[in-house]
């Protein structure tokens, strides 16, 4: 199936740094879409894009859709100890695929 | 409130026996899935229905059967046939169309003994 590479694997930042990771693939998606999963729970969608180009924010988190459509970025800003757990990126087109996830740890 | 539900949270097998996970919705969805996550690696698909009394094969399917008899209910089962079934499994629904992004479970957690 179509493979999505999602970087970095793993995050340790201090609290207040800003976050930034992304994800690739290389075939075209229609939707991106963000998700984190805390420790021991199923994921959580945090941002949904749809056109390429688009720019959406919630909070703290801010998502782009890439112009080529084969690619995704997620920014956290003035992370909190909360922000800690995995976050997934997902490309859909008829099915739903995920990256591997992005491991990120928050030291206070 | 509306949510998915899957039970037990943690489940223990003996090797030869087959499980059942329970996957309940009351969200409406039309379409309900089955992941495995495995550490380090993304989701993978191994049933999923987009209607009751259908289902199709996901990406690793071996080992693994559903049913579908009602629109609120996808359980799965861990058959014997499994060679590795240690694993965090997950079920999501979604309205029917996946660009809304899917609701998920808190999972299960299952462990060969």
């Known amino acids: 199936g179509q493979q999505l590479n999602q970087s970095p694997q793993s995050m340790f930042i201090q609290e207040g740094e800003d976050v930034s990771m992304n994800c690739t693939s290389s075939?075209?998606?229609?939707?991106w879409l963000w998700y984190k999963q805390d420790p021991g729970e199923g994921p959580v969608l945090l941002i949904a894009?749809?056109?390429?180009?688009e720019l959406t924010s919630n909070g703290r988190l801010t998502a782009q859709f890439g112009i080529t459509r084969k690619d995704s970025f997620l920014n956290i800003s003035a992370s909190i100890p909360s922000d800690v757990g995995i976050y997934f990126c997902?490309?859909?087109?008829?099915?739903?695929?995920f990256g591997a996830g992005t491991r990120l740890t928050v030291k206070p | 409130d509306g949510g998915i539900t899957q039970s037990p949270k943690y489940l223990f097998r003996k090797e030869g026996q087959n499980v059942t996970l329970s996957c309940e919705q009351n969200?409406?969805?039309?379409?309900m899935y089955w992941y495995r996550q495995d550490p380090g690696q993304g989701l993978r698909l191994i049933y999923y229905?987009?209607?009751?009394?259908?289902?199709q094969k996901g990406d690793i399917a071996e080992g693994y059967s559903v049913s579908r008899e009602k629109k609120e209910s996808f359980p799965l089962t861990v058959t014997s046939a499994q060679k590795n079934p240690t694993a965090f499994y997950l079920c999501?629904?979604?309205?029917?169309?996946?660009?809304?992004?899917?609701?998920f479970g808190s999972g299960t957690r299952l462990t060969v003994v």
């Open positions: 894009l749809y056109k390429a180009g």
């Open positions: 997902a490309g859909y087109n008829n099915d739903m695929r």
């Open positions: 075939s075209i998606f229609n939707t």
């Open positions: 969200l409406n969805h039309d379409a």
């Open positions: 999501a629904s979604t309205p029917g169309q996946g660009w809304y992004g899917y609701t």
């Open positions: 229905s987009q209607i009751v009394n259908d289902f």
